[in-house]
Each structure stands twice: as structure tokens, then as C-alpha cells.
């Protein structure tokens, strides 16, 4: 028994070192729609910059709302902003009314998370791994009493019907569903609902995955020891980050050729991100 919780304790200290925030540094953008009594909204919502109410440090989340029928970044509207931060691994997000909780990533199977002001109950019925973007991601699923799933949550990315979808309503009246389209960090694609769309990665959905006819190349990917970058322009600067958003490697070049030692990164999935005359370009690359 004493083996079986050291054993216990052990990976769940792992998994803690591993565990991905929510609010991280870089660019994210979430896409998502909303079905309401048959009426169907769109939206889009981007990080901004950080922001300090009341001593508190939060993330600006700009907030669009899209024409549905045009589907085109083009075509959005401001519709509001929210305030997040995260703090061991709860997620707070401020608005016309106050600090809620809106994500909570440290509960436990069977555990309760309270939802609205008046506190509706939901229970953490189950935690599995899931393959994202090469990776494997935890998620939580929630059950009201009846034991009715009403939310699943993907730890950095959120909730799959949507980032600031109204759980609470779905909770209550059952009328409405949302569904969270595709999120992209530092402008690589890493969610996508391809079981129910297939337009994600269109350029009418605003997402920078744009094909820059391979004038900046990383290599070999995957890696182990070290990755090559070249490019067709002058390099001016590069940086490294995992898909927790912490940045392992930074430099500055003026060459159109750079070789960077990875011996010491750890397995996984990495962002290079490369400034030239023409703008960043980013790359996913795969360290073995």
C-alpha cells in the first residue's frame, strides 16, 4: 500500500512539472461558435497585452464578434473584453461583474466545481490523455447531476465548446452548444475540430498558418542534437519556446544561416520563431 502512494504521488508530481498554463506568453487566438434556439454567433477572441487592475496583473482578451454568413476576419467587430490570469492552475477571468472562476485545472476525479454566482455544481467525472498537435494534452470532463456532460476542458488550450463559453446556460436550460473550432499559439495551428469542420486552417478564419513558399526552412525535423535554420532573407533574431509558452532560446543574427545546439532540450514539440525584413516566420520542430 505505502509503495502503491509513493507511486501515486510520484506521477502525479510529474504530470504537475508537465502540466501546459492556459495564459501563456506569445499570441493565441481561439475560434468558436455558439447554436442558441437555432441562431448560430461567431467568434473570435486574441490576446492582447497585460494589464494591472487593482494591483492585479491579467491578459487582455479582445473579444470579436464575426458575420457567420462572410466568415472573413475582415469582418468583425469588437464585442467586449475580458481580463484573465491564471494562478496555480485556476484561471480567473474579469468582467461587468467582478472575478469568477472560469477554469480550474488542479481538480481531482470527483471533485466539484461551482459555476455562476449562485454556485451550480459540476463534477470532474473523468481525466484522460489526448494527442494534440503531437502532443498529449489532459482534459477534464464535467457532469452536471444527471450525470450530462457539459464541458471538457483541454489544459492550454480550454474549454472544446468554446473559451469563454457560457457553461452556466448550457447548464440550466440545455439551449444552447458551443463548439470551439481550432486555436493557434504564436501562429501555428494546435487544436482543430476537424470531426466537425474542415475550413480551420482557410485564410478567411484570420489564422496565420500561410505558407511562406519555404523561403525560411528548418532542419532535419525531428531533431535530436541540433536544428539548421535558412532563409532566403537575413535573419535578425530567433527564439525557441515550448508549447507551455516558456522560452528556452534566444538570439540575435544577422546571418541567413544559424545552427542551434538542442542537446540539452528536453523531448517534445517546439515553436522557432524567425524575424527577417519580412516579418516572423514560425515553425514547429519536433526534438527527439
Avoid at 504537475?16 to 448560430?40: C, F, H, M, R
Avoid at 492550454?156 to 473550432?181: A, K, W, Y
Avoid at 544561416?257 to 520563431?273: C, P, R, W
Wanted: some cysteine; proline content about 1%.
Amino acid at each position: 500500500m505505502v509503495l502503491i502512494l509513493l507511486l501515486s504521488n510520484a506521477l502525479k508530481a510529474q504530470t504537475d512539472d508537465n502540466y501546459i498554463p492556459l495564459i501563456k506568453e506569445g499570441e493565441q487566438v481561439w475560434i468558436w461558435d455558439v447554436s442558441t434556439d437555432g441562431a448560430k454567433s461567431f467568434y473570435r477572441a486574441e490576446t492582447s497585452n497585460d494589464t494591472t487592475i487593482d494591483g492585479t496583473l491579467y491578459k487582455i482578451i479582445d473579444v470579436y464578434c464575426m458575420d457567420y454568413s462572410v466568415m472573413d476576419s475582415t469582418h468583425k467587430e469588437q464585442f467586449y473584453k475580458v481580463f484573465m490570469r491564471e494562478s496555480n492552475k485556476q484561471v480567473f477571468v474579469l468582467g461587468a461583474y467582478g472575478e469568477q472562476l472560469l477554469y480550474d485545472f488542479a481538480l481531482n476525479i470527483q471533485d466539484t466545481f461551482l459555476i455562476g454566482e449562485v454556485g451550480y455544481p459540476l463534477q470532474v467525472q473523468s481525466i484522460d490523455t489526448i494527442e494534440v498537435a503531437n502532443g498529449k494534452r489532459r482534459q477534464w470532463t464535467l457532469s452536471c447531476q444527471e450525470n450530462n456532460v457539459v464541458a471538457k476542458w483541454i489544459e492550454g488550450i480550454g474549454n472544446t465548446e468554446g473559451l469563454l463559453f457560457d457553461v452556466l446556460q448550457h447548464f440550466v436550460t440545455g439551449g444552447s452548444n458551443g463548439h470551439l473550432r481550432c486555436y493557434e499559439y504564436e501562429g501555428v495551428l494546435i487544436y482543430h475540430d476537424s470531426s466537425k469542420y474542415n475550413d480551420c486552417e482557410n485564410h478567411l478564419l484570420g489564422l496565420n498558418n500561410i505558407d511562406d513558399n519555404n523561403i525560411t526552412s528548418v532542419y532535419p525535423n525531428p531533431a535530436k542534437d541540433v536544428i539548421n535554420i535558412s532563409s532566403s532573407e537575413v535573419i535578425h533574431s530567433l527564439k525557441i519556446t515550448n508549447f507551455a509558452g516558456q522560452t528556452v532560446y534566444s538570439s540575435t543574427e544577422n546571418s541567413k544561416t544559424a545552427t542551434i545546439n538542442t542537446a540539452s532540450f528536453e523531448k517534445g514539440n517546439y515553436l522557432v520563431q524567425i524575424q527577417t525584413d519580412k516579418g516572423q516566420t514560425t515553425k514547429k520542430v519536433v526534438i527527439e
